[in-house]
């Protein structure tokens, strides 16, 4: 009988034993597991940020009154910036709609002085001095000389190599755009239409910038602006202003 309790208690002891020892190596690899799981969701977060979406919201030929200050009202309700080229003949006694730009931490970029399609580019040291004065314009009203330009119209069929080595020479960087909404060709085109031109087959993109007009004729824009914001909030896009730091974005270039 003694001998069968004895075997029994043995029995008993190495069982507890077995199990000690495979729960230990359970936990060891359930903490190898989490481990590995804490390094995926840190690496995950690094891919995740190096694949930031990114969209720069972008106004041509301001600054006016009404838009312009409707415009800057709707990205301060929303809390995001854009990026506005400004016309420089259209400054004067509208200084205060620039210094609400300005001071409201938007970007500012040259649109030349006049926005004179023939005067602009029937020479290139032509095109360069009315960005020049437009800058200084600019600098005048605010203090400060912004060097990002945009071609009126768009640089295509316009810039060379060596003609942008000219710019660069000059300090100035190119802004074209990948995204529009035809608000420039247009301005009457209806809200909802803005909007969908202003969204379609650009979710895939990991980088926008964006063109859009604040004219005091595009009051359509400023109606469709608040859906436009919302939809690239929704779908992952952070909302950044265009500064020298910004990567040039011009159209394919001629020779």
Same mark, same amino acid.
């Given at each position: 009988? #003694?001998?069968?309790?004895?075997?029994?208690?043995?029995?008993?002891?190495?069982?507890?034993?077995?199990?000690?020892?495979?729960? /230990?190596?359970?936990?060891?690899?359930?903490?190898?597991?989490?481990?590995?799981?804490?390094?995926?969701?840190?690496?995950?977060?690094?891919?995740?940020? =190096?694949? +930031? +979406?990114?969209?720069?919201?972008?106004?041509? &030929?301001?600054?006016?009154?009404? /838009?312009?200050?409707?415009?800057? &009202?709707?990205?301060?309700?929303?809390?995001?910036?854009?990026?506005?080229? @400004?016309?420089?003949?259209?400054?004067?006694?509208?200084?205060?709609?620039?210094?609400?730009?300005?001071?409201?931490?938007?970007?500012?970029? @040259? =649109?030349?002085?006049?926005?004179?399609?023939?005067?602009?580019?029937?020479?290139?040291?032509?095109?360069?001095?009315?960005?020049?004065?437009?800058?200084?314009?600019?600098?005048?009203?605010?203090? /400060?000389?912004?060097?990002?330009?945009?071609?009126?119209?768009?640089?295509?069929? =316009?810039?060379?190599?060596?003609?942008?080595?000219? @710019? =660069?020479?000059?300090?100035?960087? /190119?802004? &074209?755009?990948?995204?529009?909404?035809?608000?420039?060709?247009?301005? *009457?085109?209806?809200?909802?239409?803005?909007?969908?031109?202003?969204? +379609?087959?650009?979710?895939?993109? *990991?980088?926008?910038?964006?063109?859009?007009?604040?004219?005091?004729?595009? #009051?359509?824009?400023?109606?469709?602006?608040?859906?436009?914001? #919302?939809?690239? +909030?929704?779908?992952?896009?952070?909302? #950044?202003?265009?500064?020298?730091?910004?990567?040039?974005?011009?159209?394919?270039?001629?020779?």
């Amino acid at each position: 009988m #003694k001998d069968k309790l004895k075997y029994i208690l043995f029995i008993f002891l190495s069982t507890f034993f077995i199990i000690s020892i495979f729960e /230990v190596n359970i936990s060891s690899v359930n903490a190898s597991i989490n481990k590995l799981t804490n390094e995926q969701i840190v690496e995950n977060e690094k891919l995740t940020k =190096h694949k +930031k +979406k990114i969209i720069y919201l972008t106004f041509d &030929d301001g600054p006016s009154y009404k /838009v312009t200050n409707k415009v800057l &009202d709707i990205l301060k309700e929303n809390e995001v910036q854009a990026t506005f080229f @400004l016309i420089g003949n259209q400054i004067k006694d509208k200084e205060d709609v620039v210094k609400r730009i300005y001071e409201e931490g938007n970007g500012i970029g @040259l =649109h030349t002085y006049t926005h004179n399609f023939n005067k602009i580019y029937s020479d290139e040291d032509k095109f360069i001095q009315e960005m020049i004065i437009c800058r200084r314009a600019i600098n005048e009203t605010i203090g /400060v000389s912004p060097n990002i330009i945009r071609f009126p119209g768009g640089s295509y069929k =316009h810039l060379s190599k060596s003609y942008l080595k000219k @710019l =660069h020479n000059n300090k100035f960087k /190119v802004y &074209d755009w990948n995204a529009e909404n035809s608000d420039g060709l247009n301005p *009457q085109i209806e809200p909802y239409n803005l909007y969908t031109r202003a969204i +379609k087959g650009n979710n895939e993109k *990991q980088s926008i910038v964006l063109l859009l007009h604040c004219t005091d004729m595009n #009051k359509n824009t400023c109606k469709a602006l608040p859906k436009i914001i #919302k939809y690239y +909030k929704s779908n992952g896009y952070e909302f #950044k202003i265009i500064t020298e730091e910004t990567a040039e974005l011009y159209f394919p270039i001629k020779e």
